[in-house]
């Protein structure tokens, strides 16, 4: 491998760390197996802290090949509780209203979920990384402000019902879609078509492109795994 020339790879990203914090810790285990002071990298598309999962990383000239791999095509599994909602559309924020459920059938939400393949408006969660007026759309909320961010359109290529329970209201999807889908937005207006609220409890991407989860090296071994390559260090 050359670090210097570039490599692309994944790794799965642990919950509660930020695509930056993992991205800075494995810069800096690279750059300690190089000797150097900082190696460049990037990643090719961000997760939310309390997501898991796929996270692509690109060194040296490899990362000129970011924009390119962010287009790419991503698949989530997600399980979504029914019946209430949070300020952030996930578990970071608390509950913030609750809603009846008793009319949602399982037919109901397979009905509801053909709504939202193919090119769908999406307005993104004030609580994320959107800009307004050059400032951060979650700074902007956590300083008190109210943020109006404008719908996008989306690509959603499948969504798959995995399971559903009727007893606790949570649904578990598997979600193919392209770039600047928020599951949190989907999740929130999953809930606002079925007549109820809905936030998101859990989530993994499970694919970007052709790097799947399967080939992405765990984050706390990354160090081992590293150990075991075959590095060029020439530029």
Not at 27 to 54: C, E, F, N, Q, W
Not at 61 to 88: M, R
Not at 167 to 181: A, E, P, S, Y
């Amino acid at each position: 491998m050359n670090f210097y020339k570039g490599e692309i790879f994944a790794i799965d990203k642990p919950y509660g760390m930020t695509s930056f914090g993992a991205l800075a810790h494995v810069r800096y285990v690279i750059s300690r197996k190089l000797g150097i002071k900082r190696i460049k990298i990037g990643h090719a598309g961000t997760l939310d802290p309390l997501a898991t999962g796929v996270l692509v990383l690109c060194t040296g000239k490899a990362t000129k090949q970011i924009e390119q791999l962010q287009a790419h095509t991503k698949e989530y599994v997600c399980t979504i509780q029914l019946g209430a909602t949070t300020a952030s559309y996930d578990c970071e924020h608390p509950v913030n209203a609750t809603y009846p459920t008793e009319h949602i059938t399982l037919e109901r939400i397979e009905q509801v979920l053909k709504l939202f393949v193919g090119e769908i408006q999406q307005t993104p969660p004030t609580y994320s990384a959107c800009k307004v007026a050059g400032e951060r759309a979650y700074n902007l909320r956590r300083a008190g402000e109210e943020v109006a961010l404008q719908a996008k359109t989306v690509r959603i290529d499948e969504i798959e019902l995995i399971h559903f329970d009727s007893n606790t209201m949570q649904l578990q999807l598997r979600i193919v879609c392209g770039k600047g889908t928020y599951i949190r937005a989907l999740a929130r207006d999953l809930g606002r078509t079925l007549d109820s609220g809905a936030y998101l409890i859990q989530l993994r991407r499970t694919r970007v492109g052709a790097l799947t989860i399967e080939n992405s090296i765990n984050f706390d071994h990354f160090k081992e795994w590293l150990n075991e390559q075959e590095i060029d260090e020439g530029h």
